[in-house]
């Protein structure tokens, strides 16, 4: 063989072999290529996406320095989303999304230098205005779709050359990446509208349940508590505090609080019994919302000069404080503190506290003019109407379940002294003193407690016996008589009170259960007065039905149950 053949099949060796190498190195790109794209539409979140397509990026082409640019559509910008290598402040680097030769070159979707010959950037004015030398960028790679820019792969410098072939790949891999980014932004946008569709289905939900829930309760009391019980739950609170404003004094008056460390504490406050520190109008958060009728939130109360700290707001991190409103007036605030878990209060605790407000503000309105409707200004008792009212509806009851009632109707001895000697308003401090005796005597949300007329009173005791409520009367009569009532000017006055007590008989009437109770109160007057005197009981032919077989020996026991108090039995009166 001559020389000339020997050379030729040397480089038709190598030749061949070159190109075995070059295929083998095609078919490894082609199957990281696959590996690759594989992984990146596997992964649905933006930020493990970006960074997935980051390190696949200086994988290849060993650079120290790279970065992510998403576009925001919403802001029309080009911004940084994940870099590596880079310092904190390339994290607000961005330029505009405005159409112009570097907007043109990123829809191309072809790999460029953004660096000439002379190291200069080749969008002199561009990187100057927006800081893109930050990123110390050489080449980009756009993120492209179909005419639409999805963002852009910055690549600095490498410890190699970046061949043709990497370029290739990595314009592969872009186009790709392009594609599961996108799909990306649109799942969490899906993901971020479902939790605010969530949010909205929860706070629509929440209000409704609290508007039917409102409309129900009449008592404002009971109202009140309620309405901070589902403020606080709805921003997820440890506690709060609603504050009603005392128009005389044009201060805020804490009504209701909830959450409270110590639950006798919190029943006192809600009972009365503790009178908690005013606020005027901007002193405190509490007063500044009262003054300015808009919202407060103060997620740091030690950098917040606002903040007046009282007794126990050692214990307060954070407040959020709205007005309850009603026609542009405000009536009071929500008041409340420390987000569960240390966390701040945000915009959308505020606007949904502020959306129950105003329901709530409405109808604490509507039920101030109703009790002031059924309530006796000078006593807080129920008036004469309504306490009739609720009579009727009591014996409906006792009808329809087959359960006891009974009454008991008394007034103030010798009251007409009381106002001939010291005067009418000595005689108004002793009527609130009996009324705030027989107020804390009954059982809430079960007695009835009314003012009759002057000074007298009938109380209506549902699912309670003739003897049971003589029992109560005789409690009453010792309370009252243990009472001093401070008339003014040094002067105080001791009084007694005489009851009458009647049981709801069968098919009786309410009139006629009335009429035997004010019968025993007769009965009580004419015995000596400061007694009880239970009726007896009253069937539906007009006849006088006994408590048993033996009476005289029921009756000892009722007078051994009150401690010896006096009680008599007086006849039914006279068809």
């Known amino acids: 063989m001559s020389a000339h053949a020997i050379v030729k099949n040397v480089q038709f060796d190598v030749d061949l072999e070159e190109q075995?190498?070059?295929?083998?190195?095609?078919?490894?790109?082609?199957?990281?290529?696959?590996?690759s794209v594989e992984a990146i539409h596997n992964e649905l979140h933006l930020e493990s996406l970006s960074r997935l397509l980051l390190a696949m990026a200086r994988e290849r082409t060993l650079v120290g320095q790279a970065a992510i640019l998403l576009h925001d559509e919403q802001e029309g910008v080009v911004k940084v989303h994940?870099?590596?290598?880079?310092?904190?402040?390339?994290?607000?680097?961005?330029?505009?999304?405005?159409?112009?030769?570097?907007?043109?070159?990123?829809?191309?979707?072809?790999?460029?230098?953004i660096m000439d010959r002379r190291g200069e950037p080749r969008f002199q004015e561009t990187f100057e205005q927006h800081g893109l030398g930050a990123l110390n960028g050489l080449t980009w790679v756009p993120l492209v779709m179909p005419n639409k820019v999805v963002g852009v792969l910055s690549l600095g410098p490498s410890r190699r050359r970046v061949s043709q072939e990497d370029m290739v790949f990595l314009g592969h891999l872009a186009s790709q990446a392009a594609v599961a980014m996108n799909t990306?932004?649109?799942?969490?946008?899906?993901?971020?509208?479902?939790?605010?569709?969530?949010?909205?289905?929860?706070?629509?939900?929440?209000?409704?349940?609290?508007?039917?829930?409102?409309g129900a309760v009449q008592d404002l009391t009971r109202l009140l508590r309620m309405i901070l019980e589902r403020a606080i739950e709805s921003v997820d609170a440890e506690k709060g505090s609603l504050m009603l404003l005392d128009e005389p004094s044009d201060q805020l008056v804490i009504r209701v609080v909830y959450g409270l460390p110590d639950k006798e504490v919190e029943r006192k406050i809600n009972d009365g019994e503790i009178q908690c520190t005013r606020f005027g109008r901007g002193e405190g958060v509490a007063g500044k919302v009262l003054e300015s009728g808009t919202p407060v939130r103060v997620n740091n109360v030690e950098d917040d000069k606002g903040f007046v700290k009282r007794e126990g707001s050692q214990q307060v991190r954070s407040i959020l404080c709205v007005p309850l409103k009603?026609?542009?007036?405000?009536?009071?605030?929500?008041?409340?503190?420390?987000?569960?878990?240390g966390g701040a209060f945000g915009q959308e605790d505020e606007e949904i506290l502020g959306a129950l407000a105003n329901q709530a503000a409405v109808a604490i309105a509507r039920t101030r003019l109703y009790e002031a409707a059924i309530t006796d200004g000078l006593t807080g008792l129920f008036v004469r109407r309504f306490a009739v009212h609720r009579l009727n509806e009591e014996v409906k009851r006792a009808r329809r379940y087959g359960s006891e009632l009974s009454m008991i109707?008394?007034?103030?001895?010798h009251f007409k002294r009381v106002n001939d000697t010291w005067g009418h308003q000595a005689g108004d401090?002793?009527?609130?003193?009996?009324?705030?005796?027989?107020?804390?005597?009954?059982?809430?949300?079960?007695?009835?407690?009314?003012?009759?007329?002057?000074?007298?009173?009938?109380?209506?005791?549902?699912?309670?016996?003739?003897?049971?409520a003589a029992v109560a009367a005789e409690r009453?009569?010792?309370a009252i008589e243990a009472t001093v009532v401070d008339i003014g000017g040094g002067k105080t006055l001791s009084k007694t009170m005489s009851f009458g007590v009647a049981q709801l008989g069968a098919d009786e009437t309410s009139e006629s259960l009335i009429g035997r109770a004010d019968e025993a109160l007769y009965a009580?007057?004419?015995?000596?007065?400061?007694?009880?005197?239970?009726?007896?009981?009253?069937?539906?032919?007009?006849?006088?039905?006994?408590?048993?077989?033996?009476?005289?020996?029921?009756?000892?026991?009722?007078?051994e149950t009150l401690g010896g108090g006096e009680m008599t039995a007086p006849e039914p009166p006279p068809e």
């Not at 075995?20 to 590996?35: G, P, T």
């Not at 026609?327 to 503190?337: D, F, K, M």
């Not at 009954?442 to 007298?456: F, H, L, P, Q, S």
């Not at 007694?531 to 007078?559: F, H, Q, R, Y």
Request: aromatic share 6%.
């Open 20 to 35: 075995s190498a070059e295929l083998d190195r095609r078919i490894f790109d082609m199957q990281a290529l696959l590996k």
């Open 82 to 113: 994940v870099s590596h290598g880079l310092g904190d402040d390339v994290k607000d680097v961005c330029f505009p999304a405005q159409d112009g030769i570097l907007w043109r070159l990123l829809l191309a979707g072809e790999a460029f230098s």
């Open 184 to 214: 990306a932004k649109l799942y969490e946008s899906i993901q971020i509208a479902r939790k605010d569709l969530d949010r909205s289905l929860h706070k629509l939900s929440m209000l409704f349940d609290v508007t039917r829930a409102l």
């Open 326 to 341: 009603v026609e542009q007036e405000t009536i009071g605030v929500i008041n409340i503190t420390n987000r569960k878990g």
């Open 409 to 413: 109707m008394c007034d103030i001895d």
């Open 429 to 468: 401090e002793v009527i609130i003193a009996a009324s705030a005796c027989l107020k804390a005597e009954m059982r809430e949300d079960i007695d009835v407690a009314g003012r009759y007329g002057g000074e007298e009173f009938m109380l209506i005791l549902p699912a309670t016996s003739g003897r049971d």
């Open 476 to 478: 009453l009569r010792a």
């Open 524 to 559: 009580s007057k004419e015995g000596g007065r400061n007694c009880v005197t239970l009726a007896a009981a009253w069937n539906s032919d007009g006849e006088p039905e006994n408590l048993s077989a033996d009476t005289a020996k029921v009756e000892a026991m009722i007078n």
